[in-house]
Each structure stands twice: as structure tokens, then as C-alpha cells.
């Protein structure tokens, strides 16, 4: 009994079975559907009323008060990035140029409702957090870009897509 027990612990790291990585993939697909469904629907209510959303007008004039001047440039920027990424994210296609977009769209969103504290930015930040670990992980499998020529993960095309959305947020923030 002890030996199996020492046999099970001093496995290698690299010891994987198929269902493990099968398991993996899931919990990817499960992240990018959840996430990037929603942010999905955000866009698209921003833009065109869907899913009981405000729709341009609203949205706009809601980002005109919040100091996004001209609101309806940033309100479509913000809807069009959300509904852009969020389906990028949903189907697993371009996924470091997807969580580029959903970073650096949720940096303005949290710069925003940073003041009404964690209940205010939570969301915003966990969008952030989702699309930043699949920059770095990949879709998984079951995406789009897998075993694409374009298919791209690890810790390069991470942080670049790290890079590129703060990059972005921070020129949107010096421009509003």
C-alpha cells in the first residue's frame, strides 16, 4: 500500500492521460463559451438593443456623461470591441488578438466603475482575467484555431496580447 501510494506521487509532471487533456480542453471550451458569450451579448446590446440591451442611442449618451466625448464613437468602440472579442473568444479564433481586445475594453471598463468600488469593477475585472489566461493558454481543441497555421498560445503570444490591450485601454483613456 505505501509503495503505491509513493508510486502515485513521484510520478512525473509530464505523465498525462488522454482524459486529462481531454478534461483540459473542456474546461477551456466551457471558459470560452461562458465568457465569451456574455461579452458577447454586451456588445450587442450596446449596439443594437439585443438581449433587452439600450441600444446606440442610450449607450452613447450613458458614455458622453462617464467623459467618453464624442459618446457615440466610444459607445460603438466599446460594443463593436465587446461583440468583436467576445465572439473571437466564443468560437476560439485568433485568441491573443481576441484577449487583446477584451483586455484593453475591460481596462476602460474598470477605469470607469473603479469608483463604486469591488462591486463596481468586479465584472470588468473578471472578463479581464478570462481573456488574459486564454491568451496565454489557447482555446484548446475544440476551437476554431485549433491546428490552424495561425493557432497561437504560450507565454510570448500572452504577454503580447497583454501588452497590445493596455497599450490600446491607455491610448483610449489619453483620447476620451
Not at 509530464?14 to 481531454?22: K, L, N, Q
Not at 473603479?114 to 488574459?132: I, K, N, R, T
Request: charged share 10%; with cysteine; proline share 3%.
Amino acid at each position: 500500500m505505501t509503495a503505491d501510494i509513493e508510486n502515485r506521487t513521484n510520478r512525473p509532471l509530464e505523465f498525462r492521460t488522454a482524459a486529462d487533456s481531454a478534461a483540459i480542453d473542456i474546461g477551456l471550451l466551457l471558459l470560452r463559451l461562458v465568457f465569451g458569450g456574455l461579452l458577447f451579448v454586451h456588445g450587442t446590446q450596446k449596439l443594437f438593443g439585443w438581449f433587452n440591451g439600450y441600444g446606440l442611442s442610450a449607450t452613447a449618451a450613458g458614455f458622453q456623461q462617464m467623459g467618453y466625448d464624442p459618446g457615440k464613437f466610444f459607445a460603438t468602440l466599446a460594443g463593436l470591441c465587446e461583440a468583436v472579442g467576445g465572439g473571437l473568444l466564443f468560437l476560439g479564433l485568433l485568441t491573443p488578438l481576441a484577449a487583446a481586445i477584451v483586455l484593453g475594453t475591460m481596462i476602460n471598463a474598470m477605469h470607469v466603475t473603479w469608483p463604486h468600488g469591488l462591486q463596481g469593477y468586479e465584472p470588468a475585472l473578471l472578463f479581464a482575467v478570462a481573456a488574459v489566461a486564454l491568451g496565454f493558454t489557447g482555446p484548446g481543441r475544440f476551437s476554431v484555431d485549433h491546428g490552424r497555421l495561425w493557432q497561437r498560445h504560450g507565454i510570448v503570444w500572452g504577454v503580447g496580447a497583454v501588452v497590445v490591450g493596455v497599450v490600446a485601454a491607455v491610448v483610449t483613456l489619453l483620447v476620451k
